[in-house]
């Protein structure tokens, strides 16, 4: 790799992209990951965008580029949902990969749970709502998805308070390699801190605080991992706190593992009975005794809405992608080598 490529871009600079050159505001770097805020300015409108891609360190890692790659894909096949953070674009600019997403100005569930107090009933349903069609949207576009990173912090919640799924860079299919190897340690872990553990071929599997007990065992995973960390932000939500006291490594494992969360109504006596239930029933240590999908947990928040509180939300009309969309989809596929699937998209434009 050529040391002349290996850029970093600081506030102030522009990114030459095919969409147009595009003015960086702000830089948002953490782990192997770092996020432009950059605006492109037209004659008539000004759009923002959030800039995807990774430190410039990592572009001779062939799992970091892979692993980029991956996670392109998933955003890509996503297409458009009001529950989902969209991506629009996928390019090299100067020799590095970046996905443009939806910029979201508002906060994530995480900043709403910050003063560990229950939130109010409807809206903790509405979140959850929202939650679970972005999920099944996701499950409808890519076969067994799993995403495996559930948690407050991968919520974003929009200035008009609708909650939006984000961060697919550990979603996937489900594969029977997918098994944590764990080895227990002192490490302090807070549930606002991401700690990742990796599966036995190395690859990065969650955070701990959200873990199933399935995944802790090495076992096969599937979407009831998921369903297991919705439950977890689910009690959040109702409580204000997590279902466990830990904060080492070992702590987490051995919660998930042996202990059984309390009722959320033995810390909030006003949590509703029914989603109390609920709350243990996707945090239960036996996957089979989880709901079985997100439909099922979907339909039971809207049913609990309506009966308790006489309200409903409307579900989104589906979107077809423009010719435009279209275009730049079959583009980014183009530049993740799918070819044939970029045929496609042109086709269809």
């Known amino acids: ?30 782990g192997k990951g770092v996020v432009y805020i950059v605006t492109n300015e037209s004659a008539h409108s000004v759009s923002v965008y959030a800039a995807k891609t990774f430190q410039p360190q990592f572009l001779d890692s062939a799992e970091a580029v892979e692993g980029f790659k991956r ?29 443009f997403m ?3 100005a508002g906060s994530d569930l995480r900043e709403k749970l910050r003063e560990r107090r229950p939130l109010e009933p409807t809206k903790t349903l509405k979140y959850a709502i929202h939650f679970c069609r972005g999920m099944l949207h996701a499950a409808s576009r890519i076969p067994n998805f799993v995403h495996r ?11 008009n308070d609708t909650l939006k799924v984000t961060d697919f860079g550990l979603a996937k ?5 997918d098994a944590a190897t764990v080895v227990p340690s002192s490490q302090n872990t807070h549930a606002g801190l991401t700690t990742f553990l990796r599966t036995r071929n190395g690859k990065i599997c969650g955070t701990l605080p959200y873990m199933a007990p399935e995944l802790l065992e090495g076992e096969r995973i599937d979407h009831r991992v998921d369903i297991y960390a919705f439950g977890v932000m689910l009690f959040e939500m109702l409580t204000g706190r997590l279902p466990f006291d830990a904060r080492l490594q070992h702590e987490w494992i051995y919660a998930h593992l042996k ?13 509703n009975p029914e989603l109390a239930h609920l709350t243990l029933q996707c945090l239960a240590k ?13 339909s039971h928040l809207e049913n609990v809405l309506q009966r308790r509180f006489g309200m409903r939300i409307p579900r989104p009309a589906p979107r077809e992608l423009s010719a435009d969309d279209l275009v730049n ?4 596929l183009d530049t993740l080598g799918f070819h044939k699937e970029a045929l496609k998209c042109y086709d269809r434009a």
């Open 1 to 30: 790799m050529d040391p002349n490529k290996r850029l970093r871009w600081e506030v102030g600079d522009t990114l030459n992209s095919n969409l147009g050159p595009m003015k960086i505001h702000k830089v948002l770097g953490g």
């Open 71 to 99: 996670e392109a894909t998933v955003w890509i096949e996503l297409e458009a949902h009001p529950n989902v953070v969209r991506a629009y674009y996928v390019e090299e600019i100067e020799g590095q990969p970046f996905i």
């Open 102 to 104: 939806q910029f979201i």
């Open 149 to 159: 990173d559930v948690k407050p912090e991968n919520c974003m919640i929009t200035v």
């Open 173 to 177: 299919s489900a594969d029977a390699s």
């Open 259 to 271: 202990k059984q969360p309390p009722d959320p109504r033995r810390i909030n006596p006003d949590c």
């Open 286 to 298: 036996d996957r089979n005794e989880r709901p079985a999908d997100f439909a099922q947990i979907h």
């Open 329 to 332: 989809k079959g583009t980014s």
